[in-house]
């Protein structure tokens, strides 16, 4: 079954309480808290406070959208244990991470051995707490194809470890209904939105694209988030329009007159 929500990193100028109430004025079901602003790393109180005010609102956490990148061993965002304090404080079911730092192509076998093995022991980590894994699908990292993604996830090969899906304007519609297809069986959520030319564009002049892609989810027997990331604009107003498409779309409505965008 799919649900919708936002990230929170669309807005992340505002403060957590003010995302709930955009949020629940799109009438979209839950969140997904950012962790390198709204959500910090190893905050637990604040991870507990979010959660409630997220709630009590009606809505739900999704997932915790971490920064941590596999196999990248410095800084602060190399310390997967305050990932999981505070994914752990928030209740939230999984958590998004990123595989490595540079791309399939630019990565040598070395290195990917080094992401492989740090997944397993984050998978297991997170496993011990019923907390999923899933990848970040991304350019610049090791899911930056479908290939290099399904060979990363068969190398974990660990239950808990899945993988998001976004589109890529780079692609045309039917390659990336090939991807879709491909992943299906580990994907975790979906980040919605609609770039042309490289620009930001209001979701309901990408309405055909995306009525294809919601139609090929359909044979996922999990249920999962269509997640709203980033809007024209930074506008709530935009935000709740592209809820209205969304919402439009999971209910098959995608060639309404009624879903307009101006």
């Not at 928030?90 to 998004?96: F, K």
């Not at 294809?212 to 809007?231: C, H, K, M, P, T």
């Amino acid at each position: 079954m799919f649900y919708t929500g936002l990230c929170s990193v669309t807005f992340r100028e505002l403060s957590p309480q003010a995302i709930v109430e955009a949020t629940v004025k799109a009438q979209i079901d839950a969140i997904e808290w950012g962790g390198d602003v709204h959500v910090p790393p190893g905050d637990a109180v604040l991870a507990a406070e979010v959660r409630r005010m997220t709630e009590s609102a009606g809505l739900r956490v999704s997932s915790y959208g971490s920064y941590y990148r596999a196999g990248c061993f410095h800084g602060a965002e190399a310390d997967f244990e305050a990932v999981l304090v505070s994914a752990r404080s928030l209740g939230a079911p999984i958590i998004r991470v990123w595989a490595g730092d540079k791309g399939a192509a630019e990565t040598d076998e070395t290195r990917f051995r080094a992401i492989v093995e740090d997944v397993q022991l984050m998978a297991a980590r997170a496993e011990a707490l019923g907390i999923d894994i899933a990848f970040e699908y991304h350019g610049n990292t090791l899911t930056d194809t479908p290939e290099s993604a399904l060979r990363l996830l068969g190398e974990v090969n660990r239950a808990n470890v899945r993988c998001y899906w976004q589109s890529d304007n780079m692609r045309n519609v039917m390659d990336e209904i090939e991807a879709i297809g491909r992943l299906t069986p580990y994907l975790a959520h979906v980040h919605v939105f609609h770039y042309n030319g490289g620009h930001q564009k209001p979701l309901a002049e990408g309405r055909e694209e995306w009525n294809r892609y919601i139609r090929a989810f359909e044979g996922q027997s999990r249920d999962f988030y269509l997640l709203l990331e980033f809007v024209r604009g930074g506008s709530v107003d935009q935000l709740v329009r592209d809820a209205a498409t969304l919402k439009a779309l999971v209910n098959g409505a995608a060639s309404s007159d009624a879903v307009l965008d101006f």
